[in-house]
């Protein structure tokens, strides 16, 4: 009987659980609300508990959530959802009831770092030793795989909080963030564009003056993370850059902002190859957190 | 008979040459003026041949050197300095020549890289998994090491080249960067200093307000390294960082721009130990040379 990994991918409004051994090999899959913690891991207990029964033990279970967590495994609160603003969910131990259930190994990271993983492993990021995983929604998140690892130190980053320019002239919005007002989360997030232009970025014509502004502030944060991490590649996912006017706005700007500093092939003449979508898509959460499992699972046998 | 490691710090007006095994055992160090190519990396060969002759064969020899410079070993430039402002340096084979005559393994890497693993192997980073090294001088170059290994990806980090928001209110100097204008070093490097104020940082008194201005962008810069990298501490060094009333001011600064997002005590409550000068000072750079040698030593008997 072959040996599956299980994958949570945990959100603010629901998750998405699976079992299987990469993106052809998914034998479940289940989509479950998020409500409160007991009530929402017992599900999940209870799916991966059925999974096994039907078809053998799990290898491994990989969970990327929502944040921020503590990922510092020499911490009493290891494993934890911690100061988040999800109601019901600060200082909420993830991994602890869940491997004590499940009796199987666990990953466990950010949802975006898992899905970093998931474009290591199976995406547009195959083969890269550095690149930069952004999402763009209701939130900015960023992660990194830095040799083949998602990239953690203090905590882990936290990209959608950096400082860019802003740019007061053409952009009065103060920002929507609320620990920092105008960050790159606060200016280029879903709702700022929501906010700044009086409806929803689904409902801006793909010529309105919204996305060159929109391209402007994620440049700014992309040529940042060029800039601090040199990363291989850029991959931008989340509802916003499912505007696909904005890919070529981005491109052209980092290519401003660099200012042909950076003398590479990539950023000067390959641009279109260099930032792009998620090969994965929407499934790219789901199939990092299987990715984690397997890192996870290689761990506990070496 | 011991092997030695050589070390070879290259900056763009002088270079310092070293031989040992770590910052106590030095058995010899020199400082040659950086002159044309030619002249300059045969006084190098002629300065390691002799340490040769008289010590007995050097194990590697590792090399940190102003760039930008080419880190990819399939390229056909590797190992040189490639698009620099420095007159005649432009497109120059360093480690090729020094390879060729002395016949040893060689690490290669920016100066800023070295110097963050000089920091990690024998100073204020031991034992860190991943911590960043910003040096704040006529130039502002940032390094990083993960997981033991200096940061590389399409290039190296250039985290002097971020932008960050230029408060053009308080501040209308239009920065000096020659690719970018207001970017991070333009705004914060030593010259930007003498330039807004009419006189070199060193004839500034403490309680200048230029100090005020200068943390504001240096902590700019390290808060948006610390929501990208989440490094476990970040060094700071270089000329201008050697005004002791700048620590305190970038420390405060800093934890205003994370306004309490990253809820670790490092950042929190024991700022003083996270922010700090380089333990090795003005020898981070030959003894990060050194550490690099280490790590060729080491991948050529591997």
């Known amino acids: 009987m072959p040996l599956y990994y299980g994958g949570l991918e945990a959100g603010g409004t629901k998750l998405v659980c699976a079992l299987g051994t990469g993106p052809d090999t998914l034998v479940a899959e289940a989509r479950l609300p998020t409500t409160t913690p007991a009530e929402t891991l017992a599900a999940v207990v209870a799916f991966f508990k059925a999974q096994q029964a039907a078809h053998g033990p799990l290898a491994a279970l990989g969970i990327g959530t929502f944040g921020p967590i503590d990922l510092d495994r020499t911490s009493p609160t290891y494993g934890y959802i911690t100061a988040t603003t999800k ?21 466990f990271d950010t949802d975006v770092n898992a899905a970093a993983l998931g474009e ?5 990021a195959q083969g890269l030793d550095t690149f930069v995983y952004l999402t763009v ?22 990209m959608g909080h950096i400082r860019v320019p ?23 997030n879903g709702p700022a564009l929501a906010e700044r232009w ?10 309105h003056p919204a996305w060159a502004l929109e391209a402007q502030y994620l440049a700014a944060g992309v040529a940042n993370f060029i800039f601090s991490l040199s990363p291989q590649r850029v991959i931008l996912g989340g509802g916003v850059m499912e505007q696909p006017q904005l890919f070529p706005l981005v491109r052209a700007e980092v290519q401003r902002l660099l200012g042909g500093y950076v003398q590479m092939p990539a ?13 994965l898509g929407g499934r790219a959460g789901v199939l990092g957190a299987l990715a984690l499992a397997e890192l996870a699972g290689a761990a506990a046998s070496a």
């Open 87 to 107: 109601a019901g969910w600060s200082q909420v131990d993830v991994v602890g009831p869940l491997a004590a259930a499940l009796g199987v190994p666990i990953g």
């Open 120 to 124: 290591w492993r199976w995406g547009a």
């Open 137 to 158: 929604g209701t939130g900015i998140g960023g992660g990194a795989v830095v040799n083949g690892r998602p990239l953690h130190g203090l905590l882990h980053p936290e």
């Open 166 to 188: 802003h740019d007061w002239q053409a952009d009065p919005y103060a920002g929507n963030c609320r620990f920092h007002g105008d960050c790159l989360e606060g200016l280029a």
């Open 198 to 207: 009086g409806r929803p970025g689904s409902q801006l014509p793909r010529d």
């Open 267 to 279: 950023v000067l003449t390959e641009i279109d190859r260099y930032i792009v979508p998620p090969a």
